[in-house]
């Protein structure tokens, strides 16, 4: 089995910074591609930021030169950086993961269970 641990959420006000944090732990051979995606109520997920295997990086508009997302391929753990915030950003933050289990196996996605980023003053 595979999991993906998410951490760092929160309330935070307006301008301020919050770093998530995302560990993938257990039966995994390999990772391609990382990333962060986020839902608010009423909406549908959408991608925030994603780092493939090669540390490419793709961000969505609008949170470029706001966020950073990075990754430490030993430890198996993806973060994203947040700085600037808006009261836009609030929402279910969700880590992502395409991960091979074995060898012989393709890459499948995997889901964390999501953190709570909430911007307000």
């Known amino acids: 089995q595979v999991h993906l641990v998410e951490s760092g959420g929160g309330l935070v006000q307006p301008g301020g910074s919050l770093r998530l944090s995302c560990a993938a732990s257990?039966?995994?051979?390999?990772?391609?591609?990382m990333g962060w995606y986020r839902q608010a109520p009423g909406k549908e997920r959408e991608l925030v930021a994603v780092?493939?295997?090669?540390?490419?990086?793709n961000y969505a508009d609008s949170v470029k030169g706001r966020f950073t997302i990075s990754r430490d391929a030993p430890q198996n753990t993806v973060y994203l950086q947040m700085n600037s915030l808006k009261p836009e950003d609030t929402a279910v933050y969700y880590c992502?993961?395409?991960?091979?289990?074995?060898?012989?196996?393709?890459?499948?996605?995997?889901w964390g269970q999501g953190t709570q980023v909430t911007v307000s003053s």
């Open positions: 992502n993961a395409q991960i091979r289990v074995s060898w012989s196996r393709g890459a499948s996605d995997y």
């Open positions: 257990g039966s995994i051979f390999s990772i391609n591609g």
């Open positions: 780092v493939t295997s090669s540390l490419t990086t």
